[in-house]
């Protein structure tokens, strides 16, 4: 059984799985080498920093190094960074978060997603196109679009009873390059 406590746990527990995700790693708020090395090692046009300690903490789009110091300021004892996924807007099918619930007699599943150019984690509970909690083999579950990605992703690792914030896009990429990018796994949070 996976148990996540906060974000430090589900990046460590990501990696462990090999699981497909933007690069992202998680500093202490004082280590500005880290960071920096972290940007050189990834190269992109936007990264992502965010409160490794609290859900829905503050986070803060950056391009470089020196934006990065600027912020740092805002977080308490550790911030992860991850390269930032606003360059594959277009190419998004489904945003959302999802549970599939297994146990010995059945398979329940529960989904709140967008399939919006706009959607992210923070805003699919606003207005979600999707939000279902049903049996695997309900129709209407099947007729969202790139549901079969996210849900063969979620056989293929047994990310059974742990709720996944997830992405799926058009094309393949993230670290492993596939078309469900993983964003964060939850337990205790």
């Not at 906060?6 to 799985?17: A, G, N, P, Q, V």
């Not at 391009?63 to 004892?77: P, R, V």
Request: hydrophobic content about 40%; overall charge negative; glycine content about 4%.
């Amino acid at each position: 059984m996976i148990v996540i406590k906060d974000k430090k746990d589900s990046i460590i527990k990501m990696k462990e799985l090999r699981l497909n995700y933007f690069p992202l790693d998680v500093f202490e708020v004082t280590d500005v080498q880290g960071l920096k090395t972290f940007m050189e090692m990834y190269p992109a046009k936007e990264y992502v920093l965010r409160s490794a300690n609290k859900a829905k903490g503050d986070f803060f789009f950056v391009k470089n190094i020196e934006e990065a110091k600027e912020k740092l300021s805002n977080f308490e004892d550790d911030v992860t960074i991850s390269v930032s996924y606003n360059e594959y807007k277009e190419d998004i099918i489904l945003v959302g978060d999802i549970i599939i619930h297994k146990d010995f007699n059945s398979q329940m599943v529960d989904i709140t997603a967008r399939d919006d150019i706009e959607a992210t984690h923070r805003n699919i509970y606003d207005n979600p196109k999707y939000n279902l909690h049903t049996s695997i083999e309900d129709d209407k579950l099947w007729k969202i679009p790139g549901i079969s990605k996210i849900m063969r992703y979620i056989s293929d690792n047994e990310l059974y009873n742990v709720i996944i914030e997830f992405s799926v896009y058009d094309c393949k990429i993230g670290i492993n390059k596939d078309n469900v990018v993983i964003s964060e796994l939850r337990t205790g949070y």
